[in-house]
């Protein structure tokens, strides 16, 4: 009897005990130096390293864009078939950071600090819609809509039109420009040491958190133009009003005017932080420049040449290679290679936005009648000299440019070339570019010749393509993530109808090319 009663006690001294246990379990295994949450600043930080990570400065899409070529390991063009890297990344990328700043925004809310906190809030929904302005311009039709409603069951997102998704974006942002014109209160703690666009004085320009708001209001005015004229050949009215709004109330809405407004990401310059062209370059020299880049800087005379490449090792001269050429050059030191000011520094940078664009741009918006500040010419001429700003031509140079052979003839043509030289290093955007508008176009013999109608196709998509006589273009798009295929199948089916080999086909919506397939 005793022993029962020694076992029930016992028993019941454990149960104590563990019940005892399992009450402290939290307090006792957690760390008191511990962060509950990571604060605002770091997650701000580390949302824009990642993307710019991904979306900063791809030499794949520089390939597309008529900058670069492989001169190693050529490209066939058949290497878009669905993964999870590459392409894939950014799409990843881009859904993870969105989520990580919507945490930020909802803490903010929970907090009741919006007002000691609207700095933050705002940025973190500017970048929002950064990243997903970047997957509709990359992929096309998207998840948006459903894309975060997973604590409501939704898991298996519906895709939206890139029609309907970019018209979101430049809603959202209009709401954001006007959130960063009502102004904040001097309480605001700003964004923090890890605002690595404009506060961070590593990397950033290190202004304090009030000049660092008002470079960011720049930042979302010009994306607003940015992105209105991206889709201005399916949505004219939305454009026009876009433009004359932001030009013509500089003061509400602030736009990048000048180089010391423009927006680059500057690498720390240490591992794994190297600036990516500089960090490609310490393994690989697989890419070298492109022919049709090469030429036409040496046609235009363009002072510039001489910042966006080197001379070519073997004698001196400066010689693009075809980007998917037959066969591999006889001597890749023949050919030459990106600029110094582009590769060669592990602090470099990766441009966001470039201020040339925004009188690109105005030029533009001039040239189809709209009301703007300037004339097509002027905003032209100006886009040009801050283009050479941008690159460090003298003035004298660019002047010379001006009045020679760059000098304004008053066409679209004149105004798209000069715009994509200027986006140099920005391939997706110049890719966009090209999409939007034809250009540049130039005749290569042994791919095409001009049409019936006198129009010329660009060396692209290379003599050893695998679909030469099926696709007479560079990708339409990016291909959609194997993930989506394994998980989210019958939505992304749906969306990829028309699309064929995973790139090309249909074209995504604001492209409005006949002439390529």
């Not at 709401?175 to 950033?204: C, E, H, M, Q, R």
């Amino acid at each position: 009897m005793k022993s029962i009663f020694k076992t029930i006690a016992l028993s019941a001294s454990m149960m104590f005990m563990l019940s005892a246990c399992t009450s402290d379990f939290e307090e006792i295994n957690t760390d008191p130096d511990a962060f509950t949450s990571a604060p605002y600043t770091n997650m701000l930080g580390y949302v824009i390293t990642e993307g710019m990570q991904q979306w900063g400065t791809s030499l794949d899409v520089c390939q597309w864009a008529g900058y670069v070529s492989e001169v190693q390991y050529l490209n066939n063009y058949e290497g878009y078939t669905p993964t999870n890297n590459t392409y894939g990344n950014r799409w990843y990328n881009s859904y993870w950071g969105y989520t990580q700043l919507q945490d930020i925004i909802d803490r903010i809310a929970v907090d009741g600090a919006s007002e000691d906190y609207k700095q933050m809030r705002d940025v973190a929904m500017l970048w929002q819609n950064y990243l997903m302005y970047n997957v509709a311009n990359a992929f096309g039709p998207i998840p948006y809509s459903e894309a975060f409603k997973g604590k409501e069951g939704v898991l298996q997102s519906k895709y939206d039109s890139d029609e309907v998704v970019l018209k979101a974006v430049l809603e959202n942002l209009k709401t954001i420009a006007d959130s960063f014109a009502n102004g904040y209160t001097s309480s605001d703690y700003g964004l923090g040491i890890s605002d690595f666009l404009f506060t961070n004085p590593a990397v950033g320009k290190g202004l304090n958190k009030d000049d660092a708001i008002k470079k960011w209001q720049k930042f979302c005015n010009s994306l607003r133009l940015r992105i209105a004229m991206r889709i201005v050949n399916k949505a004219p009215e939305i454009t026009k009003a876009t433009c004359e709004e932001i030009f013509n109330n500089p003061t509400q809405y602030p736009y990048v005017q000048s180089i010391d407004d423009q927006v680059y990401f500057w690498w720390q310059g240490t591992r794994p932080y190297f600036e990516p062209w500089y960090n490609n370059s310490v393994t690989r020299d697989d890419d070298g420049m492109a022919d049709i880049f090469i030429d036409h800087l040496k046609k235009m005379n363009d002072p510039r040449l001489f910042v966006y490449a080197k001379p070519a090792k073997t004698d001196g001269e400066y010689r693009g290679y075809e980007n998917g050429a037959s066969l591999n050059p006889a001597n890749i030191h023949a050919i030459s290679r990106i600029g110094a000011m582009f590769r060669d520094n592990a602090s470099g940078f990766s441009p966001l936005y470039k201020a040339s664009e925004t009188y690109y741009m105005m030029a533009e918006a001039a040239l189809r009648g709209w009301n703007v500040p300037m004339s097509a010419e002027e905003a032209y001429n100006k886009g040009v000299l801050t283009s050479m700003a941008e690159n460090e031509v003298s003035d004298e140079n660019a002047k010379a440019y001006l009045e020679g052979p760059g000098k304004f003839d008053g066409s679209f043509d004149m105004l798209y070339f000069e715009q994509w030289v200027s986006m140099f290093k920005e391939g997706i955007e110049a890719w966009s570019l090209y999409r939007r508008t034809g250009f540049p176009t130039y005749i290569h013999s042994s791919i095409s010749a001009p049409d019936d109608k006198g129009k010329v196709y660009p060396k692209y998509p290379g003599a050893r393509s695998a679909y030469k006589g099926i696709h007479n273009d560079v990708p339409f798009r990016f291909p959609y993530p194997n993930n989506q295929f394994s998980y989210n199948r019958a939505n992304v089916t749906e969306a990829s109808q028309g699309i064929e080999n995973y790139v090309w086909g249909k074209q995504v919506w604001w492209d409005t090319r006949t002439d390529v397939h």
